[in-house]
Structures are given as C-alpha cells and as structure tokens.
C-alpha cells in the first residue's frame, strides 16, 4: 500500500511530531510511504525522516511569499499527488489546497488536530473543502470522543473515526535525563522543587496563568523553579518575555526555546503545568504521565488525555491559590482511562486497520 501524507511544513509542534513519528513507524512496518510537505523548514524533524529514508517531496521550490510563488506551489502540489498515485491520502493540513484537485475523496484520511470548532474556523476555504469532502466520503480521524460527537452532530453521516494520538512509550522513559547533572548544567540545586511548562508561545496556552500560578509556588516553596520549553513568533517571544520581565520572578525563570530534548527535560520536573485556554490531544501531557510527572492541567484538556492518578484537571476560574496547592499537594483522581492505549504500536496498527478498509473494502 502507498501511503501520502500531506502537511504544511514541519516546523516544531504536536502535530508535525506526530507526522513524523507515524511515517516511520508505517515504514519500518513494510508500507511504502511518502511526506509531500508545502515548504520545506529543514527543522530536526525533516532530519530524522532522512535518517530513517522516509521519503519527502516538497511542492514549494520557489518563492513562497510571492503571489506566483504561491501559484506555483499549488501547480507543483497537484502534480506530485499525480505523480506519486498514491493508494491513500491523509491530510494532517488544511484543505483548501484541495480545490480542482482531482482525486477520490473516499481514499482521503483527514486528522483534525484541534477541536473541531477550531478546525471548522481555520478559514473560508478550508471550511468549503472540508465539509464536500466529508459529504464526498472522506473520512475523518479525531482524538477525542467530544470531537466526534461534534463531528457527528453537523455530519450524522460522516465517515468518523476516534483514534487518540500514539507515542514509542519505551523511547519516552529510555530518555530520561539525570536531574542533578541537568539542574546543574542550570545551576539550580537538585533539591529545589521544579515546575515545568512545555508548548509553543501562543495566547492559547496561557502563559499568563503559568507565570502566576507559579508566583503562588514561590510563595511556599522559596527553592522553587520555572523551566519554560518552546518558542513562538517573534511578537508572542516578546510577550511572554515581558511577562517574564514584569512578573518580579525572572531569577527563577529559565526560558529553554525549542528543544529536541524537551521530552527528556521534562523527567527532571516536580510537577508539569498546563493551564491551556484550548487543547485536543497535548503530547507533552502523555509524555509526562508515561514519565510519572505530576500533572496539573486546565479543564480544557479533554478528559480522555488524562490518564494517571496524579494528572488534576482544573478550572481556569479556580484561584491561583488553588491551582497552586494541588502543584505542590500530593492529591489524587480516580481515572478511568487506561494511557497504554496511546502506545505508538496500537495506534498504527488502529490506522492500519482504516487504511486496510478503505484501499480494500471488500475484504
């Protein structure tokens, strides 16, 4: 079976790991598959794809900013899906590019990465392909129940399938990092307590409600420590370092940028933060609870994510207060989800199994 994955660029983020980390599982598991990918940002995630020969094919050669730059993108998008015939698609971007593209929508895999209102409002273009794809029987992969009730609701009919986001679990935890030695490459003692957030500088993650919350902590743990992981456009880096400034506990913030190790960084934490406005599938929460962080995260983290005892969900209406005594308590959850669902070989085999149905349905 040939596969296509499409994908905007892979710049660092959830989704752009995701793509990557499936494409070599789906090779070493014998499928013949390719990464056509809009431009190419020569980020460590294109790196490991030709380490691992995955092959890529990139529609933007020219001038992406220009208007017939962005003409000639679209042309050379077309072609190569041409070109490389592929048995199936799936689209981890947006849609719109879809347009005139003449290729059967039922052998198009669509994975909506945000929650669905997010998707449906990703623009006027994107919204127009979406909604005739589904109608023309694409199908649709969420990572939520909530998602596909969604998804349901405005398509009874759609073709919809739940099927959460999978890691290499064994990877994770092989990774981990030596506290002391790491702390001190940071010259913070090995016994200060240590709050962690990971995720890109983007209003959405809520930075703010980090910088305070974590005030609150300094308050009862004088050793404490903030790590903050990520990046963003040069007007949020700004902001949220001016945050940083005006938040009176710059000493006891490091700011790490984009890390390749992020997931190894966050085995030295006390307990990881994720008070986000909005989230579908947070890797970074899975990758904690598979280390044994403990975990305090915003109400807007979907329930199934949520996995160990110590993962607490939250209100972003309870006080900081609040927030802050269950990031240094030792308080419980009943959990109802099992985390070793999200193992990377069950998924693949769970998108194995649809693709295997929508190649040949017959069988």
């Keep these: 079976m040939?596969?296509?994955?499409?994908?905007?660029?892979?710049?660092?983020?959830?989704?752009e790991t995701i793509v990557t980390n499936y494409l070599i599982q789906l090779k070493r598991a014998g499928q013949d598959v390719v990464l056509l990918q809009m431009f190419d940002e020569n980020s460590f995630l294109n790196e490991r794809l030709r380490q691992e020969k995955v092959r890529v094919v990139t529609a933007c050669t020219g001038d992406r900013n220009s208007f017939f730059g962005r003409i000639a993108t679209i042309r050379n998008f077309r072609k190569l899906i041409g070109k490389e015939n592929p048995d199936l698609i799936h689209v981890h971007t947006g849609l719109e590019k879809f347009r005139y593209l003449k290729y059967p929508a039922e052998r198009i895999v669509f994975t909506v990465h945000s929650e669905?209102?997010?998707?449906?409002?990703?623009?006027?273009?994107?919204?127009?392909?979406?909604?005739a794809l589904i109608k023309q029987g694409m199908s649709v992969i969420v990572l939520s129940e909530k998602a596909r009730q969604d998804v349901l609701e405005q398509f009874p009919d759609a073709k919809v399938h739940y099927i959460p986001n999978g890691l290499d679990f064994e990877k994770i935890r092989a990774g981990r990092y030596d506290r002391e030695q790491f702390l001190k490459s940071l010259n913070i003692p090995a016994t200060g307590f240590i709050l962690g957030h990971v995720g890109r500088f983007h209003q959405v993650k809520n930075h703010e409600k980090v910088l305070s919350v974590f005030r609150k902590v300094l308050e009862q743990r004088e050793d404490a420590h903030l790590l903050l992981v990520g990046s963003g456009n040069a007007d949020e880096e700004d902001r949220v370092l001016h945050l940083i400034a005006e938040s009176?506990?710059?000493?006891?913030?490091?700011?790490?940028?984009?890390?390749?190790?992020?997931?190894?960084?966050?085995?030295?934490?006390?307990?990881?933060?994720?008070?986000?406005y909005s989230e579908s599938f947070p890797l970074v929460l899975v990758e904690a609870q598979v280390l044994g962080i403990r975990c305090v995260v915003?109400?807007?983290?979907?329930?199934?994510?949520?996995c160990n005892a110590e993962c607490v969900r939250l209100s972003l209406e309870q006080t900081d207060d609040e927030w802050a005594a269950y990031v240094l308590g030792d308080q419980i959850?009943?959990?109802?989800?099992?985390?070793?669902?999200?193992?990377?070989n069950k998924i693949i085999?769970?998108?194995?199994?649809?693709?295997?149905?929508?190649?040949?349905?017959?069988r």
Excluded at 298 to 306: G, K, L, T
């Design 2 to 15: 040939k596969i296509l994955y499409i994908i905007h660029s892979l710049t660092i983020g959830g989704a």
């Design 116 to 131: 669905w209102k997010r998707c449906v409002d990703k623009g006027k273009n994107h919204r127009k392909m979406l909604f």
């Design 248 to 276: 009176g506990v710059a000493e006891r913030i490091h700011v790490l940028g984009d890390r390749m190790d992020a997931t190894a960084i966050m085995s030295v934490l006390d307990c990881f933060l994720l008070p986000s």
């Design 298 to 306: 915003s109400a807007a983290v979907p329930e199934e994510v949520c």
């Design 333 to 344: 959850v009943e959990k109802k989800n099992e985390l070793s669902r999200c193992q990377i």
């Design 349 to 362: 085999a769970q998108h194995l199994q649809l693709y295997g149905s929508i190649v040949s349905p017959e």
